[in-house]
C-alpha cells in the first residue's frame, strides 16, 4: 500500500522548518538513519568534509558495530572473525569527525524537524535510555532490509535469519554448539537453507567449507554427518544472474556435496524442518530463511510514500515525497527512466547512491534552490562467490563491456576487491590496506574457522 502526503500539508511542514533553520543557523544538522553500506560512508564523508555549511553529522543505529552485509554469510559460518571485519561506529565516529547516537527510529516528526528513538532496554528488561527525539535539517534514511518470510507460517517461531551483523553472529554461535552435539553424540547435523540468490548460494558454499575445515581440525567425525539442503521457490538459483551462471552453481554446489531443490515453494517452517507445497517434508536440525527482501515496516508509518516492500520512493536526487528527507540503499526504491523494475537491493546500488548524495548534499546546502544533476546509475554487473571453491560474475554493459561472463580466480579477486574498495573508503587508502595485509596474515596464523 503507498502512502500519500497532501501538499498543503506538505507546504506548511516546509515553511516551519525554513523559519526555524534561518532563526537557529545557516548550517545544517544532518542525521544518517542506518550504519550499513549507504549510512555509514555518507556519514564518514560528510563528518571528514568539515564544510561551512554543514553543522553536524550524526550517525543513528541499533547496533554498536558495521558489518559489510555481502560478508555476513561468513560470519554466519564462522570462516570469518566476526571481531576482525567489523567497525565499530563510536571509533568511526571519532576519526571521521561525526556523532553517533546509539538507538532504533520508531517516528518522525516532520514539522518539528525530528526524529523519534524507540527506548534502550537491557537484555534483563531493564530501561536503560529513555525514547528520545534528534533534531535535523536533512535526514537521510539508510535502514537497509531484511529476508521477507511472505506470511509464511513457522518462518519467525523456527527459522535463523542473517540479514544483520546480530543475526548472522547468533546464527554461528548455535551452529558451533549443534557441531559439538554431533562431535559428541555421532547424530547427523543438517541445515536446510531456503533462498537460491546470492546470500542463500554463498551461504551453502561457506558451510561446505566449514564443514571441511571442522572435520580437519577433528571437530566433526566424518564429513558425512553435516548434510546442507538449499530450497529455491523458482526454476533455477540465482534468478537475477545469466542462466549461464545459474546452472554453473548448481552444478558446483551439487559437486560439493550440497544438495539442491528448485521450484521448492516453502508452505511452512517447523521443527523438524520445511514443508513444501506438495507435501514433501525437507527435515532440518538448523533452518535458514534467506529468501525474499522488505525494508522495516516502520517507514509505511512515516506519511511518506513508500512501496508494498516499505520501500520509501525516491526521485534522482534520492529525495523522498519531503524533500528535506533522502533515502538510500535497500530501503528506498527509485526506477530509472524507461526501466520498469526499480533497482534492485545491492550494495552496488546502495555505494552508487551514497556517492551521489556525498557529491550533490553539499552544494544543495551552499547554494539552496540550485538545480542539481539526477543520480545515474552504472550497471558493473554482478558476483557470486562460493567460498574459496569458485567464483562467478556477470560484466555490466558500459564502456568496452558488453555482458559476458566471468570465473574462477578472476571472479574471486574481482569478490574481494569489492570489499576492500569498500574499507578504503571508510577507512582510508592506506590503513584500508593494512586492514587487508593483516587479514592475509591472520589467514595463515590463525584457524581458518571460528573455533572457540
Same mark, same amino acid.
Given at each position: 500500500?503507498?502512502?500519500?502526503?497532501?501538499?498543503?500539508?506538505?507546504?506548511?511542514?516546509?515553511?516551519?522548518?525554513?523559519?526555524?533553520?534561518?532563526?537557529?543557523?545557516?548550517?545544517?544538522?544532518?542525521?544518517?538513519?542506518?550504519?550499513?553500506?549507504?549510512?555509514?560512508?555518507?556519514?564518514?564523508?560528510?563528518?571528514?568534509?568539515?564544510?561551512?555549511?554543514?553543522?553536524?553529522?550524526?550517525?543513528?543505529?541499533?547496533?554498536?558495530?558495521?558489518?559489510?552485509?555481502?560478508?555476513?554469510?561468513?560470519?554466519?559460518?564462522?570462516?570469518?572473525?566476526?571481531?576482525?571485519?567489523?567497525?565499530?561506529?563510536?571509533?568511526?565516529?571519532?576519526?571521521?569527525?561525526?556523532?553517533?547516537?546509539?538507538?532504533?527510529?520508531?517516528?518522525?516528526?516532520?514539522?518539528?524537524?525530528?526524529?523519534?528513538?524507540?527506548?534502550?532496554?537491557?537484555?534483563?528488561?531493564?530501561?536503560?535510555?529513555?525514547?528520545?527525539?534528534?533534531?535535523?535539517?536533512?535526514?537521510?534514511?539508510?535502514?537497509?532490509?531484511?529476508?521477507?518470510?511472505?506470511?509464511?507460517?513457522?518462518?519467525?517461531?523456527?527459522?535463523?535469519?542473517?540479514?544483520?551483523?546480530?543475526?548472522?553472529?547468533?546464527?554461528?554461535?548455535?551452529?558451533?554448539?549443534?557441531?559439538?552435539?554431533?562431535?559428541?553424540?555421532?547424530?547427523?547435523?543438517?541445515?536446510?537453507?531456503?533462498?537460491?540468490?546470492?546470500?542463500?548460494?554463498?551461504?551453502?558454499?561457506?558451510?561446505?567449507?566449514?564443514?571441511?575445515?571442522?572435520?580437519?581440525?577433528?571437530?566433526?567425525?566424518?564429513?558425512?554427518?553435516?548434510?546442507?539442503?538449499?530450497?529455491?521457490?523458482?526454476?533455477?538459483?540465482?534468478?537475477?544472474?545469466?542462466?549461464?551462471?545459474?546452472?554453473?552453481?548448481?552444478?558446483?554446489?551439487? @559437486?560439493? !556435496?550440497?544438495? &539442491?531443490?528448485? *521450484?521448492? $515453494? +516453502?508452505?511452512? /517452517?517447523?521443527?523438524?524442518?520445511? #514443508?513444501? @507445497?506438495? !507435501?514433501?517434508? &525437507?527435515?532440518? *536440525?538448523? $533452518? +535458514?530463511?534467506? /529468501?525474499?527482501?522488505?525494508?522495516? #515496516?516502520?517507514?509505511?508509518?512515516?506519511?511518506?510514500?513508500?512501496?508494498?516492500?516499505?520501500?520509501?520512493?525516491?526521485?534522482?536526487?534520492?529525495?523522498?515525497?519531503?524533500?528535506?528527507?533522502?533515502?538510500?540503499?535497500?530501503?528506498?526504491?527509485?526506477?530509472?527512466?524507461?526501466?520498469?523494475?526499480?533497482?534492485?537491493?545491492?550494495?552496488?546500488?546502495?555505494?552508487?547512491?551514497?556517492?551521489?548524495?556525498?557529491?550533490?548534499?553539499?552544494?544543495?546546502?551552499?547554494?539552496?534552490?540550485?538545480?542539481?544533476?539526477?543520480?545515474?546509475?552504472?550497471?558493473?554487473?554482478?558476483?557470486?562467490?562460493?567460498?574459496?571453491?569458485?567464483?562467478?560474475?556477470?560484466?555490466?554493459?558500459?564502456?568496452?563491456?558488453?555482458?559476458?561472463?566471468?570465473?574462477?580466480?578472476?571472479?574471486?579477486?574481482?569478490?574481494?576487491?569489492?570489499?576492500?574498495?569498500?574499507?578504503?573508503?571508510?577507512?582510508?587508502?592506506?590503513?584500508?590496506?593494512?586492514?587487508?595485509?593483516?587479514?592475509?596474515?591472520?589467514?595463515?596464523?590463525?584457524?581458518?574457522?571460528?573455533?572457540?
Amino acid at each position: 500500500m503507498e502512502h500519500t502526503v497532501d501538499p498543503s500539508e506538505h507546504t506548511d511542514v516546509q515553511q516551519t522548518r525554513r523559519a526555524r533553520r534561518n532563526r537557529d543557523s545557516h548550517a545544517a544538522r544532518i542525521v544518517v538513519v542506518g550504519g550499513g553500506v549507504a549510512g555509514l560512508e555518507v556519514a564518514t564523508a560528510l563528518g571528514k568534509l568539515g564544510s561551512d555549511s554543514i553543522d553536524s553529522v550524526t550517525l543513528v543505529d541499533s547496533d554498536s558495530a558495521h558489518v559489510w552485509k555481502p560478508m555476513l554469510h561468513t560470519i554466519a559460518a564462522g570462516t570469518r572473525d566476526l571481531a576482525q571485519q567489523q567497525t565499530t561506529y563510536l571509533a568511526q565516529a571519532s576519526d571521521a569527525h561525526f556523532a553517533y547516537q546509539p538507538g532504533e527510529m520508531c517516528g518522525l516528526d516532520r514539522e518539528a524537524g525530528e526524529i523519534l528513538l524507540a527506548p534502550i532496554y537491557a537484555p534483563d528488561g531493564r530501561e536503560l535510555v529513555a525514547g528520545r527525539r534528534l533534531p535535523y535539517d536533512k535526514l537521510v534514511i539508510a535502514v537497509g532490509s531484511g529476508a521477507n518470510d511472505f506470511g509464511t507460517s513457522g518462518v519467525n517461531e523456527h527459522c535463523f535469519m542473517i540479514d544483520s551483523r546480530r543475526k548472522a553472529d547468533a546464527f554461528n554461535q548455535e551452529i558451533r554448539l549443534r557441531m559439538v552435539r554431533c562431535m559428541a553424540s555421532g547424530e547427523p547435523l543438517q541445515v536446510a537453507i531456503v533462498g537460491g540468490g546470492a546470500t542463500g548460494v554463498e551461504l551453502a558454499a561457506e558451510l561446505v567449507q566449514l564443514a571441511e575445515s571442522a572435520t580437519a581440525y577433528g571437530a566433526l567425525g566424518e564429513a558425512a554427518k553435516f548434510r546442507i539442503v538449499l530450497i529455491e521457490a523458482g526454476p533455477r538459483l540465482l534468478p537475477s544472474f545469466p542462466e549461464e551462471i545459474s546452472e554453473a552453481t548448481r552444478v558446483r554446489l551439487q @559437486a560439493l !556435496g550440497v544438495s &539442491v531443490i528448485v *521450484s521448492g $515453494r +516453502v508452505s511452512c /517452517a517447523t521443527e523438524q524442518g520445511f #514443508e513444501l @507445497a506438495n !507435501g514433501e517434508l &525437507v527435515p532440518a *536440525s538448523l $533452518r +535458514v530463511w534467506a /529468501a525474499g527482501v522488505k525494508a522495516p #515496516e516502520f517507514l509505511t508509518r512515516l506519511g511518506l510514500q513508500t512501496t508494498r516492500s516499505n520501500q520509501l520512493l525516491v526521485n534522482d536526487a534520492m529525495q523522498t515525497s519531503d524533500p528535506d528527507i533522502y533515502a538510500l540503499g535497500d530501503c528506498a526504491s527509485y526506477t530509472l527512466p524507461g526501466q520498469e523494475a526499480p533497482l534492485p537491493p545491492t550494495a552496488q546500488v546502495a555505494h552508487q547512491q551514497a556517492r551521489y548524495l556525498i557529491e550533490t548534499l553539499p552544494h544543495v546546502l551552499e547554494r539552496p534552490g540550485a538545480q542539481t544533476v539526477g543520480f545515474a546509475y552504472r550497471d558493473f554487473g554482478a558476483l557470486v562467490s562460493l567460498a574459496h571453491y569458485d567464483a562467478y560474475g556477470s560484466l555490466g554493459k558500459f564502456g568496452l563491456f558488453n555482458g559476458g561472463v566471468i570465473r574462477g580466480r578472476l571472479a574471486m579477486l574481482s569478490h574481494i576487491m569489492l570489499y576492500r574498495s569498500h574499507q578504503a573508503r571508510l577507512y582510508g587508502f592506506w590503513r584500508g590496506g593494512l586492514l587487508w595485509l593483516i587479514d592475509l596474515m591472520n589467514s595463515r596464523l590463525r584457524p581458518s574457522i571460528r573455533l572457540d
